[in-house]
């Protein structure tokens, strides 16, 4: 069964990028990912789906300023000229056989 | 506009039951793989069902232990999740999801309803 790693917490200045970190277990590194956000009170969103050559394709209205990439067995979540919106929670998912899997999610604070 | 809206929660005691509703409009219901999702208070997002667009296979985390049954009637465009035997671990948002394939547990969830609390207290 895949397993997702985040990191718990994360941080950056208002206007500045991040790089979040999502990394599948030995074994499933190939696995393709999906992006979810989680602001404050609010259902989680959609962001987009991320594939192992670093290819992902975005949910509908998410901006520009999202991308993302990979590398081996990380995905990564880049947001660029951070707004403080984008104060949340972020969640890779990923899917096997007969189960899906969230990572424990990385709480994004924009100072 | 694609929408889900979940229904059914409430408070219930420890051992009691509860249906969840999942009303879906927007998108051609029985094409696509439905889910349970679920977050305790303060923590993270739990997958706990799915079921595929004609609701001949079902999908369960091993952790429920035969207390959930999903289901959907597709003549109303409507999931559903069954709860028996609760818990107070079991207290949480409900969220139910759309996943972008036919089948179940084989793509991403790329729509979300907004949720409904299920609280198990005496």
């Known amino acids: 069964q895949p397993v997702l790693t985040q990191s718990s917490s994360a941080s950056a200045s208002l206007g500045s990028s991040v790089k979040l970190t999502c990394t599948l277990n030995?074994?499933?590194?190939?696995?393709?990912i999906a992006w979810h956000q989680q602001q404050p009170g609010k259902a989680p969103r959609y962001l987009m789906k991320?594939?192992?050559?670093?290819?992902?394709n975005k949910g509908s209205g998410v901006p520009d300023r999202f991308s993302g990439s990979s590398s081996g067995a990380d995905r990564y979540l880049t947001i660029s000229n951070l707004q403080s919106e984008d104060e949340a929670d972020y969640y890779c998912?990923?899917?096997?056989?007969?189960?899906?899997?969230f990572g424990g999610g990385t709480k994004l604070t924009v100072l | 506009e694609v929408q889900l809206l979940e229904s059914g929660g409430g408070l219930v005691q420890p051992g009691g039951s509860l249906r969840l509703s999942c009303a879906a409009s927007?998108?051609?219901?029985?094409?696509?793989?439905m889910s349970w999702v679920r977050q305790a208070p303060g923590k993270g997002l739990e997958w706990v069902s799915a079921?595929?667009?004609?609701?001949?296979?079902?999908y369960y985390a091993d952790s429920l232990k035969g207390r959930f049954t999903i289901s959907r009637d597709n003549s109303k465009n409507t999931l559903y999740l069954q709860m028996n035997s609760l818990r107070a671990e079991d207290t949480a948002v409900y969220y139910c999801?759309?996943?972008?394939?036919?089948?179940?547990?084989?793509?991403?969830?790329?729509?979300w309803g907004q949720g409904t609390m299920v609280t198990v207290s005496s």
């Open positions: 030995s074994g499933h590194s190939s696995y393709i």
């Open positions: 999801a759309k996943e972008d394939s036919y089948s179940g547990c084989d793509d991403a969830f790329d729509i």
């Open positions: 991320l594939e192992r050559s670093g290819s992902y």
């Open positions: 079921i595929s667009g004609s609701g001949g296979t079902t």
């Open positions: 998912e990923t899917w096997d056989s007969n189960t899906q899997v």
């Open positions: 927007g998108f051609t219901f029985s094409s696509y793989a």
